[in-house]
């Protein structure tokens, strides 16, 4: 069984592992093995209408998205939503989804994924330099390994619906 971490922490602006995903960025702020493995948290920065990632789901958490600033646009299954400063969008485990900085500015949101493990993902992605770096078949792997299931062949027909730009390259 896991044990709850009992250590008092601040996470400065500037503290955790920090990199590219590929069209955004990743800061693992708090790591499952600070929470018994409760949670985790991570911090992603997008550029102006960045699209995240392929039409993707989890098949072991959920995540929670918290606006920091900017506007997430997110495909939930069917459902197409916006979110602003303050709001919280769910994405549950199972559930077929990607996500998006919806406007011309600079956004940024904080993930919480429940349990935590997934966080290790970004960690190893960040390593490889990115989607785009990476050997698909690595990446494949890591994929599996996570319980992450993804189809990259949806981003041209996300990025012509949702008026993005393509991941690593100009719109």
Known sequence: M????TTTKIVGPGD??????GSIGARLMIEGVET???FSLVEHPMPPRALAAPLHRHLREDEYSYV???RLGALL????????????????RGQWHTFWNAGDEPASILEII???GFERFFAELIDLGGAMQ???AVLGSLCARYGLEMQPDTVPG???RFGLRMPGGAG
């Open 2 to 5: 896991a044990t709850t971490a």
């Open 16 to 21: 955790g592992k920090a990199g590219t995903l």
């Open 36 to 38: 018994g493995g409760g």
């Open 68 to 70: 920091l600033s900017g």
């Open 77 to 92: 299954g069917d459902d197409v939503v916006e979110a602003g400063p303050g709001d919280l969008v769910f994405k549950p």
């Open 114 to 116: 429940a349990p935590a």
């Open 134 to 136: 990476a050997d698909p």
């Open 158 to 160: 996300l990025v012509e």
